[in-house]
Every structure is written in structure tokens, then in C-alpha cells.
């Protein structure tokens, strides 16, 4: 099988198995990307996997935000990545980081990158070995190509709150932050205006795999919430990562008019001036 042929055992094409993984590594395509903290990463990670300098690949002058495309750009031909390059990332987060990782890479043109499916916790959880060996990758090739439609703004956030936007607004953080009694540091608690509430973490099952949810088992959870899996649709949280797991499920469920609006509660809920309920 190849490479960049859709594993036939994972139950999306955006997800491969452990196994996947397992029969392609060494491959010379494969950039098998993880999404762990680095001293996570320094303590055990799967053989050929190249660390990140932190899993939420935020930017230096403002920490709100996605890194800029430059400096991601630098940081993919560091990993190896190239124009052709078939991406995986996984990560020791529930899948949260790696989804970060996939929106990243979304973010800025390449498109296709997968997810393992339960990553770290699945490996170990069927006794795959480790290494702490750390690969050193030929320089990639890969060029930003700015799709800004995959990115919210704090404008754009303002503009979708407006009903004749017809956007769909995606809380996925947890139901004490959702109510506003859990500030998480901010200087004000609560939600957007109108926005719909289903905790991320109900997406990955429970067991030591920590895999996403069947497709069919995350459409009847979105429309238990009243959420609408087709619409156009903003994702939000604290930092802009449970969110891009949010939008990572939208588009294994064929929407592709979903975005994260990265900056979320970190910079919505620190100005003056944005609307906020606890009702």
C-alpha cells in the first residue's frame, strides 16, 4: 500500500491506525509529526517522529494567535516537510493537539495532512515500542500559501455575532467556562452571544486508546446540542486548540465552511468592549 493512499482500516481518510503508521515507517514521504510538550517528546515518542517547539504553534509577539506564516514556514522545512510530503501527527492530548497541528497546516496551504487516530495513547496502549533516538530530517521544501479562510479574526468573531451573517458559533469548552464560573485566568467569564455548547471531549471515547467517537455517534451528538454539522460555522475555546479539534470533526464530517477563531476566550474575554452572557 502506498504512502499516500487512504488507510483502509481507519475509519476516515483524514485518520490512519497504529498500524498504518507502523507498516509505513521509514518510508521517505512520511513526516510523521509529534504534537507532545518537548520534554514529553525527549521522554518516549515513536521512531522517525520529529518534535515541535510547543503544540499550540503560537506566535512570538502575540501569543493569541497562530505563529505567522513565515516563521511556520521555516518550522515545516525543519520537520522535513515538503510540497509532497505525506503528513501524520499525533500527540499525548486526546487528539487536540494534532487536530492543532492539522488546522495549522490547513492554515497555511498544505492540504491533506492526517491525524492518528488516538495517537500516543493508542501506540501504548498496544504495546508498540518507543525510542528517544531523535531523527534529524532533510530540510523540506514546503511554501505558505495564506488560506485566511480557515482563520477567524476578532473582526471576523464580531461580525459573525450579527444574525444576518448566518453563522453557527461552536463553544466547545467546557460547562463551567461555558456558564462563566470557570475564568481560567480571564478577566471576564462567559460565552459568545448565541453561541452553541458541546464540550470537545465527548468526541474521544473513554478506554486507554482515547480514539475519536464513530461519524455516526458525533452526528447525534451535534444534533442533540442543536448543532448543525453543514452550516457555516465558527469553533471556539480558551487558546483556539479544543476549537481546531472542533473543526478537525467538521471536516471529517464534509464541511468545509467551518474556521477557529484562534484568539477565543484568551483575547475575547480580556477586552472591554465584546459581549459576553452567563445565561
Known amino acids: 500500500m502506498a504512502v499516500d493512499a487512504p488507510d483502509p482500516a481507519a475509519p476516515h481518510p483524514l485518520l490512519v491506525t497504529t498500524g498504518w503508521v507502523a507498516e509505513h515507517l521509514g518510508d521517505p514521504r512520511l513526516v510523521l509529526v509529534d504534537m507532545a510538550e518537548p520534554v514529553a517528546y525527549e521522554r518516549a515518542h515513536i521512531e522517525g517522529a520529529v518534535g515541535v517547539p510547543h503544540p499550540w504553534l503560537k506566535g512570538q509577539d502575540d501569543v493569541n494567535l497562530v505563529m505567522p506564516g513565515p516563521a511556520f514556514e521555516a518550522l515545516a522545512r525543519r520537520l522535513g516537510i515538503s510540497a509532497d510530503s505525506v503528513v501524520v501527527l499525533y500527540d499525548d492530548h486526546l487528539n487536540r493537539a494534532a487536530a492543532r497541528g492539522w488546522w495549522v497546516l490547513e492554515r497555511y496551504g498544505f492540504a ?162 465584546t459581549p459576553l452572557e452567563t445565561a
Not at 471576564?188 to 471515547?205: D, T, Y
Request: aromatic share 8%; glycine share 10%; proline share 6%.
Open 112 to 273: 491533506g495532512a492526517r491525524v492518528l487516530d488516538g495517537g500516543l495513547h493508542a501506540w501504548i496502549a498496544e504495546g508498540r515500542p518507543l525510542t528517544q533516538e531523535v531523527p534529524r530530517p532533510a530540510p523540506g521544501n514546503f511554501t505558505v500559501t495564506d488560506r485566511p479562510e480557515a482563520f477567524c479574526s476578532l473582526q471576523d468573531m464580531r461580525d459573525a455575532l450579527h444574525p444576518a451573517a448566518g453563522v453557527q458559533i461552536w463553544d466547545v469548552r467546557s460547562d463551567d467556562e461555558f456558564a462563566g464560573t470557570a475564568l481560567r485566568g480571564n478577566r471576564r467569564g462567559g460565552h459568545l452571544p448565541g453561541a452553541k455548547h458541546l464540550e470537545w471531549s465527548r468526541f474521544v471515547e473513554e478506554g486507554p486508546a482515547h480514539r475519536l467517537v464513530p461519524l455516526s455517534e458525533m452526528r447525534r451528538l451535534l444534533a442533540e446540542a442543536g448543532i448543525n454539522p453543514e452550516a457555516v460555522t465558527v469553533t471556539y475555546c480558551q487558546g483556539g486548540i479544543r476549537a481546531a479539534l472542533a473543526a478537525f470533526l467538521f471536516r471529517m464530517l464534509g464541511n468545509r465552511e467551518v474556521s477557529v477563531y484562534d484568539g477565543s476566550m484568551a483575547e475575547w474575554a480580556n477586552l472591554e468592549d
